[in-house]
């Protein structure tokens, strides 16, 4: 197999309680033997919140891992972590993959949230004041950032254990209808993600995005494929995508004893239209 040239993780939430990730250290064995890491969003949470202390202790981990590291790092932006940095997505093999963190497919943002009609109201704002450019993409995504930035944290950086159970129980859980709402945005994600190559990259064949925390792998009528990499928090699990100069692979990843390993491969793509090679494994 070809030197891997880009991996792709997301949905860290580095600093939340249930995040796996309790040390940056543990993502060091996907450092090895690649050129580039890309964090495809809400790697830590930079939203405005109570504890603004523990926030700045979150950047400076991950500024340190990043600086550390012999890997390049990519950040880009997501709904947890909409100023991290200036990159919103990124396009790879020549623009046939598009890497955006995927709460773009939605047009507010978390539809399974308690502030989803907020955040459709904040996109609409946004949206009223950015001036319109050639590239769609470009401000829309602009737009959902403006809006995220503006809709506070709630359990994420709570340190007392009790009470951010209690508050992840009422953020996630209630009332029972935010279930339906989660369901019916892993139903959809194909369908958007789909929707949002033919609208606004014509010419790309992948979407690689997270934010559902719902991972899979799914080919399209048209020969489009989106795949969602889950999340390090629970209960879905996660996926990692791999680019070599020929082809693009979706691994598992594996726990051993705590740090985060390439795992089976479960899917494999030619990066050419002319190959046939295009397969899942499971």
């Known amino acids: 197999m070809s030197q891997v040239k880009t991996r792709i993780i997301s949905d860290i939430h580095y600093g939340d309680r249930v995040s796996a990730v309790g040390n940056f250290a543990q993502l060091s064995p996907l450092l090895e033997d690649t050129d580039t890491l ?3 969003g809400d790697t830590i949470d930079t939203r405005p919140g109570p504890n603004p ?6 950047q400076e981990d991950l500024q340190e891992f990043t600086q550390s590291s012999s890997t390049e790092i990519k950040l880009l ?6 100023d991290i940095s200036p ?7 020549q623009g046939s993959v598009v890497v955006t963190h995927g ?3 939605f047009s507010n943002i978390v539809p399974w949230g308690r502030d989803a009609a907020l955040a459709r109201e904040l996109v609409e704002q946004a949206l009223g004041i ?4 050639e590239d769609e993409l470009t401000r829309l995504l602009q737009a959902h950032r403006q809006a995220a930035a503006k809709i506070p944290q709630y359990h994420q950086s709570e340190r007392n254990g009790l009470r951010y159970y209690t508050s992840f129980l009422t953020d996630t859980i209630w009332p029972p209808t935010r279930f339906f709402h989660i369901l019916n945005s892993w139903r959809k994600f194909p369908l958007l993600g789909q929707a949002l190559l033919s609208a606004h990259r014509a010419k790309a064949r992948f979407l690689v995005s997270g934010h559902t925390h719902w991972p899979g792998v799914w080919s399209r009528s048209d020969g489009r494929v989106c795949i969602n990499t889950g999340s390090y928090c629970p209960p879905c699990g996660r996926l990692m995508v791999e680019l070599t100069d020929d082809q693009l ?6 726990i051993i004893r705590r740090d985060f390993h390439p795992g089976q491969i479960i899917a494999q793509f030619a990066l050419t239209q002319s190959a046939d090679s295009n397969k899942q494994v499971s």
């Open 87 to 93: 990159l919103h997505f990124t396009e790879l093999a």
């Open 53 to 58: 202390g523990y926030n700045h202790q979150l």
């Open 103 to 105: 709460d773009i497919l």
């Open 38 to 40: 890309i964090l495809n």
């Open 249 to 254: 692979v979706v691994r598992r990843i594996l």
């Open 77 to 82: 932006t997501g709904n947890h972590d909409p």
């Open 130 to 133: 950015i001036k319109p450019s």
